[in-house]
């Protein structure tokens, strides 16, 4: 892999990331326990599971830039 496809691998997997962590985070700052287990708005899903959904993606796009850099060393 060349050096710019690299670096246009990690840009893209770092935008992939998006920002949908930090703003749901500050949605549901300040809820309880049980609010955080209503449903949120039309998504069929609770605070915590939409969050539990975005940390998840987080860490997978956190484990392929590792990968990445790890196989392009």
Not at 4 to 18: F, M, P, Q, S
Not at 19 to 44: C, H, I, N, S, V
């Amino acid at each position: 892999m060349t050096r710019a496809t690299y670096e246009i691998v990690l840009r893209a997997l770092d935008n992939a990331k998006g920002d949908d962590l930090e703003r749901a985070t500050a949605a549901f700052m300040g809820r309880t326990e049980k609010q955080m287990q209503e449903p949120y708005g039309g998504w069929g899903q609770t605070c915590q599971q939409i969050l539990d959904g975005y940390r998840q993606h987080r860490a997978a796009v956190d484990a392929a830039i590792a990968e990445v850099k790890e196989t392009s060393k």
